[in-house]
């Protein structure tokens, strides 16, 4: 098994986790204003995604730009992956690909702990990958423990670039987000992911 594989009713019964449902949790965060870059980039980007359609083109046209200018943001204090495999534990079905790992170390070669959040860029439907954003997001726990490097949340976001939804693990509690943050607030979704990381 594999991250993909997962569903949100799965992961919770398989690691014994505890749901709830929390609209706006992350919608009191101070927004951060986008760089003129960065607006500059997405009025370009978006539109091209958009008409392209697929999952592939909204994750390398919207959503990874908006995350190397949160690294830029944070002075390359965070390391950020893409499509790197996270193998943590292959028994558990805690492996495969991700689309996008943050960590809280500099070192961009490798991936270390703390990773702190993941995302999960899909192309239209968000609901369907919360299982495996919730899955990688316990596979993150996991590796952090086992560094010797416990953080109490690990925050995970499924995106369509556009459309924006939070997760958040602390112990066996998740917490579900029902706002859908939308990329027409631009520095509201960056003061969440920012806060996510600092």
């Known amino acids: 098994m594999s991250y993909s594989k997962f569903s949100l009713e799965e992961v919770l019964t398989k690691f014994d986790l505890t749901l709830v ?68 534990n292959i028994e558990l079905g805690l492996s495969g690909f991700c689309d996008f790992i943050i960590s809280r170390s500099h070192l961009q070669t490798i991936i270390q702990a703390p990773v702190v959040t993941l995302v999960e860029a899909k192309n239209n439907n968000i609901k369907s990958g919360f299982g495996q954003c ?25 995106t369509t670039g556009t459309a924006w939804q939070f997760l958040e693990l602390e112990g066996q509690n998740v917490v579900l987000d029902l706002e859908e943050y939308s990329l027409k607030n631009l520095p509201k979704l960056l003061g969440v992911l920012i806060n996510f990381v600092s």
């Open 21 to 88: 449902e929390n609209l706006g949790k992350f919608n009191n965060l101070p927004e951060v204003a986008p760089s003129k870059l960065l607006k500059e980039t997405l009025e370009d980007n978006i539109p091209l995604a958009v008409a392209i359609a697929t999952e592939k083109a909204r994750s390398e046209l919207i959503v990874s730009p908006i995350l190397v200018a949160i690294r830029k943001h944070l002075n390359k204090q965070i390391s950020l992956f893409s499509g790197m495999e996270f193998n943590v």
């Open 134 to 158: 919730l899955a990688e997001m316990v596979a993150a726990q996991i590796f952090n423990q086992n560094r010797g490097n416990q953080i109490s949340q690990i925050y995970g976001a499924i």
